[in-house]
C-alpha cells in the first residue's frame, strides 16, 4: 500500500512559481512509477507528467512543456512538480498518483494510487 499527501499549492499570479510536493510512504515508492495530474470542476482528471523509477524517464503534456519540471527525491520518498511562468489555465486541483507499473502511464487509469490533492489557483 502506498500512500500520498500532497503540498505546496496556493494562490499566484501569472508568470510566478510553485513547487508542489508529494510525500510518500513506503519502501515501495523508490521502484514505483510516479505521477502527476490535474482536474478542474466538470472536466476530466488530466496528466500533466510523470516520471519512472528511476528518474531516467519523463513525459509530460504539451501545454506545461518547458514550463514543469517533475523530479523525484528517493531519500526523502518525495515527488515534486516545480511550475514556472505559471498561467491562469494552469488553475486546477493537482494530483500526486503512483503505480507499480514500469512503463510511464499518461493516462488516469493507468496509476493505482492517489493523493487527495493540492489547489493550483494562478490570477491574471
Known amino acids: 500500500q502506498v500512500q500520498l499527501v500532497e503540498s505546496g499549492g496556493g494562490l499566484v499570479q501569472a508568470g510566478d512559481s510553485l513547487r508542489l510536493s508529494c510525500a510518500a510512504s513506503g519502501r515501495t515508492f523508490r521502484t514505483y512509477t510516479m505521477g502527476w495530474f490535474r482536474q478542474v470542476p466538470g472536466k476530466e482528471r488530466e496528466f500533466v507528467a510523470a516520471?519512472?523509477?528511476?528518474?531516467?524517464?519523463?513525459d509530460y503534456l504539451d501545454s506545461v512543456k518547458g514550463r514543469f519540471t517533475i523530479t523525484r527525491d528517493k531519500a526523502k520518498n518525495t515527488l515534486y512538480l516545480q511550475m514556472n511562468s505559471l498561467k491562469p489555465e494552469d488553475t486546477a486541483v493537482y494530483y500526486c498518483?503512483?503505480?507499480?507499473?514500469?512503463?510511464?502511464?499518461?493516462?488516469?487509469?493507468?496509476?493505482?494510487?492517489w493523493g487527495q490533492g493540492t489547489q493550483v489557483t494562478v490570477s491574471s
Open positions: 516520471i519512472n523509477w528511476s528518474g531516467s524517464s519523463t
Open positions: 498518483a503512483a503505480t507499480s507499473r514500469t512503463v510511464v502511464p499518461t493516462q488516469r487509469g493507468g496509476y493505482e494510487y
